[in-house]
């Protein structure tokens, strides 16, 4: 893979712009005290205003919120790989392989709860690699063994086949869930020559580039150590571990997820997280329940997004915040037009949503 024919500095002014039109903080407090017709008007007067408009006539409420919310992801995401040529357009294909990630959990999350397809297809985001009628055969299934098989050629067969045991023996999609990520993020390091957990990032144009994804990695990494130590399941949290991180190894993770405080501690003690994340580790330490843990932990994240494509700022760093910052804005909308939908008050909303 090489960077040499790449248009980096030419993508990331494109991004600028485009970064320049996300919600701010503010808007979302507008937001929350809206009813979902409101929030829908609202978008029209935004940039969602051609996917407002064209799907109004057949969707309304917070279907049309939801649709129109992610085909304008898909849009922006499409718009990346048109603006993008060599190198750069591999990296940033690559990572959106995330939403194959994303689509595939999804379906099986629906399978498993026998949700309606219509209901599974309004949450699908058709911004990664398989195509729509895949993806459309996989909603037609009943059974999560069946939808494996389907995906038979693709990358994503092998690691869905070989958790299947695991989740008939345990009934938790947790086995499931973590082959996709682990497939995810094995394929994105596969073609980057830099041995796996390596403290100091390499010099050259993939460096910003491994860097982010070591911090996606440690961060799903806690996430993932947490939520499966508070699930009172039966499950070793070093088993699902993803390799690639800095912060980790298999044997840390089920001490440090046991004491809470010693978790942050370690983030905080590794001096490329400590350094440039201190007020994101401060709301780590102020969590009080596992949302608020995770909403931190994505907050901290976009930070560090944010820090690399300040520090670098001709690498491919920047396109990789704005994507974070754009997948932000629509899972805020997203998480307000639902808690309104269903009656949540203000302040519960609020509690749902990434703000910096």
């Given at each position: 893979m090489s960077l040499g024919a790449s248009n980096t500095e030419y993508v990331n002014a494109r991004v600028r712009s485009r970064r320049s039109s996300l919600f701010a903080d503010e808007e979302y407090r507008k937001?929350?005290?809206?009813?979902?017709?409101?929030?829908?008007?609202?978008?029209?007067?935004t940039e969602y205003e051609r996917e407002i408009n064209a799907l109004g006539a057949r969707f309304s409420g917070v279907d049309l919120i939801e649709?129109?919310?992610?085909?304008?992801l898909a849009k922006h995401f499409q718009d990346l790989l048109d603006w993008s040529e060599g190198g750069l357009y591999d990296?940033?294909?690559?990572?959106?392989?995330?939403?194959?990630v994303w689509n595939l959990k999804t379906i099986?999350?629906?399978?498993?709860?026998?949700t309606p397809a219509e209901d599974v297809r309004?949450?699908?985001?058709?911004?990664?690699?398989?195509?729509?009628?895949?993806?459309?055969?996989?909603?037609?299934?009943?059974?999560?063994?069946?939808?494996?098989?389907?995906?038979?050629?693709?990358?994503y067969y092998e690691p869905l086949a070989a958790g299947l045991d695991e989740f008939e023996e345990t009934g938790a999609l947790v086995p499931l869930e973590n082959a996709l990520d682990r497939e995810f993020y094995e394929q994105l390091l596969e073609d980057v020559s830099?041995?796996?957990?390596?403290?100091?990032?390499?010099?050259?144009?993939?460096?910003?580039?491994?860097?982010f994804l070591q911090a996606e990695i440690d961060f799903r990494n806690a996430r993932n150590a947490l939520r499966l130590a508070r699930s009172g399941a039966d499950l070793d949290p070093a088993a699902y571990y993803i390799e690639g991180g800095v912060l980790f190894d298999e044997s840390e993770l089920n001490r440090l997820v046991a004491d809470y405080d010693e978790l942050v501690d370690h983030i905080a003690e590794n001096k490329r997280y400590g350094d440039r994340l201190s007020g994101a580790l401060d709301r780590l330490r102020d969590a009080d329940s596992l949302i608020q843990f995770e909403h931190a932990l994505d907050a901290a994240l976009?930070?560090?997004?944010?820090?690399l494509a300040s520090i670098y700022p001709t690498s491919v760093s920047a396109v990789?915040?704005?994507?974070?910052?754009?997948?932000?804005?629509?899972?805020?909308?997203?998480?307000?037009?639902?808690?309104?939908?269903?009656?949540?008050?203000?302040?519960?909303?609020?509690?749902?949503?990434?703000?910096?």
């Open positions: 937001l929350v005290r809206m009813g979902p017709s409101e929030i829908a008007r609202f978008m029209e007067e649709y129109a919310l992610n085909r304008n990296l940033i294909g690559r990572y959106l392989r995330k939403f194959d099986i999350r629906g399978i498993y709860t026998e309004t949450d699908l985001i058709r911004a990664g690699e398989l195509d729509d009628a895949t993806l459309e055969r996989l909603l037609e299934v009943d059974e999560i063994e069946d939808a494996v098989e389907l995906l038979s050629g693709t990358i830099r041995p796996p957990g390596r403290e100091q990032p390499q010099e050259g144009p993939k460096a910003q580039y491994i860097e976009l930070q560090y997004a944010d820090t990789l915040s704005y994507i974070l910052a754009k997948e932000r804005e629509v899972e805020n909308i997203r998480a307000i037009a639902r808690g309104r939908e269903v009656g949540l008050s203000e302040s519960e909303i609020e509690d749902e949503l990434v703000i910096l």
